[in-house]
């Protein structure tokens, strides 16, 4: 009788969930996903709990295939060797391949007083914590937002339309990835609103204090509540395990988002760096790699050559409080374009869009194989022209990809 092959998934997010779904189309596969959680954070909302208009939470059961274990725990460390993962709790899991699919979180603060005074918004703990702050201030307590990246621009428009006084600063240009005309209608939204947006090249953060954001110009930024949406980390798991991963600890793999050291250990998501190439940390990108490292796997569980990442990229869609929003067209190589859709058309696209999440994931439990996104080559002409520039700059980087 043959066994079962173990498949380890660690990350309960979107590139994890869609990954172990998947893996359920071979019976002859046993799935275990592990994750510090026992419900599935839609993290796309967590502005919307902030708000109070969402919870930003979706049962397992909704999501998740039935045939998947779900292991409540944390990951401390990867033996590659044995093929083990430890758990905090205690124990180890055995497994033949492992997903390694551990998202991102808050990057490491340099900024004096933020560990201290100011509040990040990217885990569902982080969040619930800055509810409750917000719930304990008064209504006029000035509030500042830092960072105007999606997560910012929707927090800030979020809390504005509540009524709070809200101050979005920048550390540069809003929106950043936006095209110039999508620039000026979020501008336009956000003044609509009453926020008062402050960027430029001094607009950057130089310190944090109880009651005031303090600017490279010496400004003083009067805040009672501080949130902190500059920049994403990753965990640093696969670095405590011995594998190579890029400068921001994102585990460097190949094309077919297998390990660079380890053809056992696939990675998605953000805390994948194919290449040393890494995409757009998003949703967007999670589940279509999430897709692909399970095909990377089924590919090889067949004796089949997996398939290089393809993957395109065609909009970013950014809510603006509850009536309005953004959807910012892109083309194939993920840069914006002059076109894009705002106000109330804005906002119900990208409640389509949250709404399809959800629905992705549970489709693929019910009937795994069923995704397709991740088979749509967007992209690839760009992404070989940046291969073969990274292939001739570092020969390391060509062995890596070859």
Known sequence: MTENTQVVVIGGGYAGVMAANRLTRRADVTVTLINPRPTFVHRVRLHQLVGGSDDAVIAYQDVLADGVRLV????????????????????????????????????????????????PLSTLEEARRL??????????????????????????????????????????????????????????????????????SEAKVTAVTREAVVLADGRELPSQVTVWTAGFGVPDLAARSGLR??????????????????????????????????????????????????????????????????????????????????????????????????????????????????????????KPGSYSLHRVRGGVAKRRELLRAVRAQSPVAADRTA
Do not use: W
């Open 72 to 119: 409540v725990d944390t990951a401390t460390r990867i033996d590659a060797a044995e093929r083990g993962v430890a758990l905090a709790a205690g124990g180890t899991l055995g497994y033949d391949y492992l997903i390694y699919a551990v998202g991102s979180g808050t990057a490491e603060p340099s900024v004096p007083g933020v560990a201290e005074f100011a509040y």
């Open 131 to 200: 509810r409750t702050v917000l719930d304990a201030a008064p209504a006029t307590a000035p509030v500042t937002v830092v960072g105007a990246g999606p997560t910012g621009i929707e927090t800030a428009a979020e809390l504005a339309e509540t009524g709070r006084t809200v101050t979005l600063v920048c550390g540069g240009v809003l929106g950043p990835y936006l095209h110039s005309r999508g620039r000026r209608s979020v501008a336009k939204r956000l003044a609509e609103l009453g926020v008062t947006v402050v960027d430029g």
């Open 245 to 366: 991963t890029d400068a921001v600890g994102r585990l460097l793999t190949d094309e077919t988002l297998t390990s660079v050291d380890d053809a056992r250990i696939v990675a998605a998501g953000d805390s994948a760096a194919p290449s040393d190439l890494p995409h757009r940390m998003s949703c967007q990108a999670a589940m279509p790699q999430g897709a692909r490292a399970a095909d990377t796997v089924l590919s090889r569980l067949a004796g089949a050559q997996p398939e290089d990442l393809h993957q395109g990229f065609y909009a970013q869609c950014v809510s603006l409080g509850r009536g309005a929003g953004i959807f910012q067209l892109a083309n194939r190589s993920d840069a914006a374009i002059g076109i894009h859709i705002g106000d109330r058309l804005g906002a119900r696209l990208k409640e389509i869009v949250c709404q399809g999440i959800p629905k992705h994931l549970a489709d693929e439990a019910r």
